[in-house]
């Protein structure tokens, strides 16, 4: 398995001090949560220390979580592809402190320095196919597991 590509730090220097300029430094405290799947995704947040939970409601009372995130990681992608609605829901695991960036400002910076939205476009495919390629190693231990286990 791959390392985990994190935002900042993939970005070219140039790339990532034009995109820094956008970030607003926020926290959440712990069990906050951030977003719900199927709400407006308007914004994304680099992690800079604490955990986030992302999460799947399965009933109308219960979360699974689907993944963890920490300090360096991207939270959020779908303020990036339309419908622009999340696909996850997120809570703080613990107390967190992130960059938070308002996705139509970035997209907007996008258009003007076609070189940053491609390399942040880029980065932000590189971090999904990291984690899809994470989800997938973890679904497939599950399935041996189970495939194991008398009944």
């Not at 979580?65 to 829901?89: C, H, I, K, R």
């Not at 997120?90 to 390399?119: I, K, M, Q, T, W």
């Amino acid at each position: 398995m791959t390392k985990a590509i994190k935002l900042l730090t993939a970005l070219p220097r140039a790339q990532r001090e034009r995109l820094m300029e956008l970030a607003e430094e926020v926290s959440f405290p712990e069990d906050t949560r951030i977003f719900e799947a199927g709400g407006v995704a308007d914004r994304f947040w680099v992690i800079r220390s604490g955990a986030v939970s992302l999460d799947q409601q399965v009933t109308s009372h219960q979360h699974v979580t689907v993944a963890t995130l920490g300090a360096g990681d991207l939270l959020g992608w779908s303020w990036l592809f339309p419908p622009y609605e999340w696909d996850f829901g997120a809570v703080a695991f613990s107390n967190v402190r992130a960059y938070e960036f308002d996705g139509p400002s970035v997209l907007g910076v996008c258009v003007e320095d076609p070189l940053l939205g491609l390399s942040l476009v880029r980065t932000v495919a590189e971090i999904l196919a990291h984690r899809l390629e994470t989800t997938r190693g973890k679904l497939m231990d599950q399935y041996a597991i189970r495939r194991t286990t008398p009944l």
